[in-house]
Antibody
Framework: QVRLVQSGAEVRKPGASVKVSCRPSGYTFTSHALHWVRQAPGQRLEWMGWINTGSSDTKYSQKFQGRVAISRDTSASTAYMDLSGLRSEDTAVYYC????????WGQGTMVTVSS | SQELTQPPSVSVSPGQTATITCSGPALGERNVCWYQQRPGQSPLLVIYQETKRPSGIPERFSGSNSGNTATLTITGTQTLDEADYYCQAWDSSTAHLLFGGGTKLTVL
């Protein structure tokens, strides 16, 4: 069974950073790119970027350029999304999803930014 | 960037046909996907490449795409189809992936 398992909920203060992990299972890690998508409470889905898990090439949404870093560790078969300079508007559920078509999604990681 | 526009809400009676649209410049030239999201759950892919259904998605879900509008059609809508639906497409001009604003489907 193909699954994407994400790390647990996080609480951060404004200005801090957060790193969310995504560990696929049920397929070869490097055979599919991974996207990161977030959803603020009551809001639309918002694409943040993606990583080619084979080459580690990345592409980021212009909105998050300079604040987000997506990486992967092939030895751990895990991808990571690092968001820095957190503000209250970054409070959201963060998802990883498998390329192409985003046919498999992680369970989501709630990140709360609050002083 | 080019935005994708969806109606905020659509209402249908059980057994009727629900139609959800997604509009954007030259959308007919792009691969469009549709996702269903129930409250508190992760999104679920229901249509990809405009018309294809992943394994396990009921035949009552279908998609089309022409001109500037993609359409998700649910034939014989059931109460369990009540959810938010999002369209998604790649914007080649910015190399960004876009989502529509979402449509809340109410079945009553």
């Amino acid at each position: 069974q193909v699954r994407l398992v994400q790390s647990g909920a996080e609480v951060r203060k404004p200005g801090a950073s957060v790193k969310v992990s995504c560990r696929p299972s049920g397929y070869t890690f490097t055979s599919h790119a991974l996207h990161w998508v977030r959803q603020a409470p009551g809001q639309r889905l918002e694409w943040m970027g993606w990583i080619n898990t084979g080459s580690s090439d990345t592409k980021y949404s212009q909105k998050f350029q300079g604040r987000v870093a997506i990486s992967r560790d092939t030895s751990a078969s895990t991808a990571y999304m690092d968001l820095s300079g957190l503000r209250s508007e970054d409070t959201a559920v963060y998802y990883c999803a498998r390329d192409p078509w985003m046919d498999v999604w992680g369970q989501g990681t709630m990140v709360t930014v609050s002083s | 960037s080019q935005e994708l526009t969806q109606p905020p809400s659509v209402s249908v009676s059980p057994g009727q046909t629900a139609t959800i649209t997604c509009s954007g410049p030259a959308l007919g030239e792009r691969n469009v996907c549709w996702y269903q999201q129930r409250p508190g759950q992760s999104p679920l892919l229901v249509i990809y490449q405009e018309t294809k259904r992943p394994s396990g998605i009921p035949e009552r879900f279908s998609g089309s795409n022409s001109g500037n509008t993609a359409t998700l059609t649910i034939t014989g809508t059931q109460t369990l189809d009540e959810a938010d639906y999002y369209c998604q497409a790649w914007d080649s001009s910015t190399a960004h992936l876009l989502f529509g604003g979402g449509t809340k489907l109410t079945v009553l």
